[in-house]
């Protein structure tokens, strides 16, 4: 396959002054904290996760830098007939899998642990996530002090040397990867300027490490899975803005896979895909940091390689069993399924392109990854990670445990549902655009004012995937004098926002139209309809003067679909708004009817529990034998298939 090539190709290394530009996004971050998750479904989402963060101890999570460090034994003494170990903690309580103190790839889960905490406490100001951090981060440096001062990891430094002599060892760059983001993010999110310094060290040991390489040993060392480091080290250039930090980024630039990408080859097809996905968000961040426009051309060629050209599945996914999907044969490889690490890592690009360009399309495909990823991948009662998510004839969700496995996923698990409230809202120059539609508040300065933006979602007008019991449902069933209850599911999803401000104040207001959209959407400004809204998908602009109370309903009407599997046009996955369904059959099951008339397959099916409605909830009719659909994100221990043949009647 020859993938969509970018617009000007580079030949070889070497860098024209004149292509770095001044890196302007047209959308930014909002400040963390800003915004808060409203009593919800994912708000409960994000107290699981956080529970869970909280119950891991300090010493799990040290104990191989501890013992790395030469910090900790198993008999916590020196002695010997003399040492007791029945009062200690033993192994039966240790962190086991991954994290075992027998795996080369011990110590990736506390970055992902320190990420996930920096973000916690960003959103929730929790001074126990804070201490809880600060504390693992000093203790961090005092293993990185008991080492010398520079090295720092849960594994020793001959894992590094056995890796350039062509030795295999499990991906040690990658676990030490994981620690530099989480340290990063300390620094970035919870203010630990000690994390910051533990990063200068580590960066001055890789520098003497790879000081006096040459580019065909840099260039071998990172074929073998770098993970992001070339994120980190530009993140710490972009801090420092130190020359040995730059010069240190520039040589984890892994140019192989770079240099085809910008020749327009598919690099991608049968390669491992959390391998390349990383090296990417790494090129996009020296772009951030640099403005080296060749950076950007090839994140640019990276998307359309793995997104645009190759296609994906209903879930978003172009990857199964670790590996990138050969684009039109991704019928006979659904096999594993999705990994939630690709899954996470491409919505962190979406989101960056979407900065970058605001362009909908990319908060689109966040969605897209979000509903039937990051949600479908967690367990809706434990918190805990199913590492594959099929959508083949008869999968089934295989769940993680506490402390026993410690997947790579394991890790993205705790970040990604640490993070919802920073997709919600972005700012332009002209205003806010609402570019995730997750109930909650924001809190922002504006002409010397500060204004808020809240937003509600109607689950009795409108559908509210996941939700459950609620005093909102109770009232709405009890009080006889409020708005009626739609008779049967509504086909829309409702929206409510408010603004609050002490004084009038002028911005524009993007909200976007998602890509499930069915028609127009309805727009009300206090209670006036607008007759400027574009059907289809993109952002819609709403500027003027807003006062305190100003209030905009917004409803996005949905239909189900059937999306074809890529290069299978006779099989297909039935998609209700933004949520891909599943059906509750352990087989292939060949369906008759219309595939541009789902309906002729599948019926509202339990729509309404108590004072909820059941989104995506369905069942087949008129077929030989019938069974009953529910969302992806709903299933948990229960054999699925997601795609099926539909056949005309």
Same mark, same amino acid.
């Given at each position: 396959?020859?993938?969509?090539?970018?617009?000007?190709?580079?030949?070889?290394?070497?860098?024209?002054?004149?292509?770095?530009?001044?890196?302007?996004?047209?959308?930014?971050?909002?400040?963390?904290?800003?915004?808060?998750?409203?009593?919800?479904?994912?708000?409960?989402?994000?107290?699981?996760?956080?529970?869970?963060?909280?119950?891991?101890?300090?010493?799990?999570?040290?104990?191989?830098?501890?013992?790395?460090?030469?910090?900790?034994?198993?008999?916590?003494?020196?002695?010997?007939?003399?040492?007791?170990?029945?009062?200690?903690?033993?192994?039966?309580?240790?962190?086991?899998?991954?994290?075992?103190?027998?795996?080369?790839?011990?110590?990736?889960?506390?970055?992902?642990?320190?990420?996930?905490?920096?973000?916690?406490?960003?959103?929730?100001?929790?001074?126990?996530?804070?201490?809880?951090?600060?504390?693992?981060?000093?203790?961090?440096?005092?293993?990185?002090?008991?080492? $010398?001062?520079?090295?720092?990891?849960?594994?020793?430094?001959?894992?590094?040397?056995?890796?350039?002599?062509?030795?295999?060892?499990?991906?040690?760059?990658?676990?030490?990867?994981?620690?530099?983001?989480?340290?990063?993010?300390?620094?970035?999110?919870?203010?630990?300027?000690?994390?910051?310094?533990?990063?200068?060290?580590?960066?001055?040991?890789?520098?003497?490490?790879?000081?006096?390489?040459?580019?065909?040993?840099?260039?071998?060392?990172?074929?073998?899975?770098?993970?992001?480091?070339?994120?980190?080290?530009?993140?710490?250039?972009?801090?420092?803005?130190?020359?040995?930090?730059?010069?240190?980024?520039?040589?984890?630039?892994?140019?192989?896979?770079?240099?085809?990408?910008?020749?327009?080859?598919?690099?991608?097809?049968?390669?491992?895909?959390?391998?390349?996905?990383?090296?990417?968000?790494?090129?996009?961040?020296?772009?951030?940091?640099?403005?080296?426009?060749?950076?950007?051309?090839?994140?640019?060629?990276?998307?359309?390689?793995?997104?645009?050209?190759?296609?994906?599945?209903?879930? #978003?996914?172009?990857?199964? $069993?670790?590996?990138?999907?050969?684009?039109?044969?991704?019928?006979?490889?659904?096999?594993?399924?999705?990994?939630?690490?690709?899954?996470?890592?491409?919505?962190?690009?979406?989101?960056?392109?979407?900065?970058?360009?605001?362009?909908?399309?990319?908060?689109?495909?966040?969605?897209?990854?979000?509903?039937?990823?990051?949600?479908?991948?967690?367990?809706?009662?434990?918190?805990?990670?199913?590492?594959?998510?099929?959508?083949?004839?008869?999968?089934?969700?295989?769940?993680?445990?506490?402390?026993?496995?410690?997947?790579?996923?394991?890790?993205?698990?705790?970040?990604?549902?640490?993070?919802?409230?920073?997709?919600?809202?972005?700012?332009?120059?002209?205003?806010?655009?609402?570019?995730?539609?997750?109930?909650?508040?924001?809190?922002?300065?504006?002409?010397?004012?500060?204004?808020?933006?809240?937003?509600?979602?109607? #689950?009795?007008?409108?559908?509210?995937?996941?939700?459950?019991?609620?005093?909102?449902?109770?009232?709405?069933?009890?009080?006889?004098?409020?708005?009626?209850?739609?008779?049967?599911?509504?086909?829309?999803?409702?929206?409510?926002?408010?603004?609050?401000?002490?004084?009038?104040?002028?911005?524009?207001?993007?909200?976007?139209?998602?890509?499930?959209?069915?028609?127009?959407?309805?727009?009300?400004?206090?209670?006036?309809?607008?007759?400027?809204?574009?059907?289809?998908?993109?952002?819609?602009?709403?500027?003027?003067?807003?006062?305190?109370?100003?209030?905009?309903?917004?409803?996005?009407?949905?239909?189900?679909?059937?999306?074809?599997?890529?290069?299978?046009?006779?099989?297909?996955?039935?998609?209700?708004?933004?949520?891909?369904?599943?059906?509750?059959?352990?087989?292939?099951?060949?369906?008759?009817?219309?595939?541009?008339?789902?309906?002729?397959?599948?019926?509202?099916?339990?729509?309404?529990?108590?004072?909820?409605?059941?989104?995506?909830?369905?069942?087949?009719?008129?077929?030989?034998?019938?069974?009953?659909?529910?969302?992806?994100?709903?299933?948990?221990?229960?054999?699925?298939?997601?795609?099926?043949?539909?056949?005309?009647?």
């Amino acid at each position: 396959m020859k993938c969509t090539a970018p617009t000007r190709a580079v030949q070889g290394t070497q860098y024209d002054k004149s292509e770095v530009s001044d890196m302007i996004p047209i959308f930014r971050d909002m400040k963390p904290g800003t915004a808060q998750l409203s009593e919800g479904p994912l708000s409960d989402r994000f107290q699981l996760n956080k529970s869970y963060v909280m119950s891991l101890t300090n010493q799990n999570l040290l104990r191989s830098f501890y013992m790395e460090a030469g910090l900790w034994s198993y008999s916590g003494n020196g002695g010997t007939t003399t040492a007791s170990t029945t009062s200690m903690e033993g192994p039966e309580h240790w962190h086991w899998g991954w994290e075992s103190v027998t795996c080369e790839l011990r110590g990736h889960f506390m970055g992902h642990w320190l990420s996930a905490a920096a973000r916690i406490y960003a959103q929730t100001k929790d001074a126990m996530v804070k201490a809880k951090a600060d504390t693992i981060v000093a203790e961090l440096a005092k293993c990185q002090k008991a080492s $010398g001062g520079q090295w720092l990891a849960a594994f020793p430094e001959s894992f590094m040397n056995r890796l350039v002599n062509g030795k295999w060892v499990w991906a040690p760059h990658y676990t030490i990867h994981k620690l530099l983001m989480g340290l990063f993010e300390m620094y970035q999110l919870a203010g630990s300027e000690q994390a910051l310094h533990i990063m200068k060290g580590m960066a001055s040991w890789f520098d003497k490490w790879t000081g006096h390489f040459s580019r065909e040993q840099l260039d071998e060392l990172l074929d073998m899975e770098t993970g992001g480091m070339l994120e980190t080290w530009a993140d710490l250039y972009g801090a420092t803005g130190e020359e040995a930090h730059r010069l240190l980024m520039l040589r984890y630039e892994r140019r192989r896979l770079f240099d085809r990408l910008l020749a327009g080859e598919d690099v991608l097809s049968n390669k491992h895909a959390n391998t390349q996905i990383p090296e990417i968000l790494g090129a996009a961040r020296v772009y951030e940091v640099t403005g080296d426009e060749r950076f950007r051309r090839i994140v640019d060629a990276f998307w359309s390689c793995a997104v645009t050209t190759r296609g994906y599945l209903c879930t #978003g996914a172009g990857d199964d $069993g670790e590996l990138w999907l050969p684009p039109e044969r991704m019928a006979a490889r659904l096999g594993a399924g999705q990994e939630h690490c690709c899954n996470y890592n491409m919505m962190r690009l979406a989101h960056m392109l979407l900065r970058w360009t605001g362009d909908s399309a990319y908060a689109d495909y966040w969605e897209r990854r979000f509903v039937n990823g990051v949600l479908a991948h967690q367990h809706e009662d434990t918190g805990m990670i199913s590492y594959f998510l099929g959508v083949g004839p008869g999968s089934r969700k295989v769940w993680g445990s506490e402390t026993q496995h410690f997947w790579c996923c394991h890790g993205t698990l705790v970040q990604a549902n640490a993070a919802y409230e920073t997709q919600i809202y972005m700012r332009d120059a002209q205003g806010i655009a609402i570019t995730q539609w997750i109930p909650s508040a924001l809190t922002f300065e504006q002409d010397g004012g500060e204004i808020g933006i809240e937003i509600a979602q109607d #689950g009795q007008h409108g559908l509210y995937p996941l939700n459950k019991w609620s005093v909102t449902g109770m009232k709405a069933i009890t009080e006889v004098d409020k708005l009626p209850i739609p008779a049967s599911r509504p086909d829309c999803f409702s929206y409510r926002v408010t603004v609050s401000t002490a004084k009038a104040a002028e911005f524009t207001l993007k909200l976007r139209l998602p890509w499930w959209i069915s028609g127009k959407a309805v727009v009300t400004v206090n209670g006036a309809g607008r007759d400027d809204v574009p059907g289809g998908a993109g952002f819609y602009e709403l500027r003027r003067y807003w006062s305190d109370g100003d209030t905009i309903t917004v409803q996005f009407p949905k239909s189900l679909v059937a999306e074809p599997l890529p290069g299978a046009p006779d099989r297909v996955a039935f998609v209700d708004g933004p949520v891909v369904l599943a059906g509750l059959i352990e087989e292939e099951r060949q369906l008759t009817g219309e595939i541009g008339k789902p309906e002729s397959v599948l019926t509202p099916d339990r729509e309404r529990n108590h004072s909820w409605w059941n989104a995506g909830y369905y069942r087949t009719y008129g077929q030989s034998s019938n069974f009953r659909f529910i969302p992806l994100h709903e299933i948990k221990d229960e054999r699925y298939t997601v795609y099926f043949p539909v056949v005309p009647i």
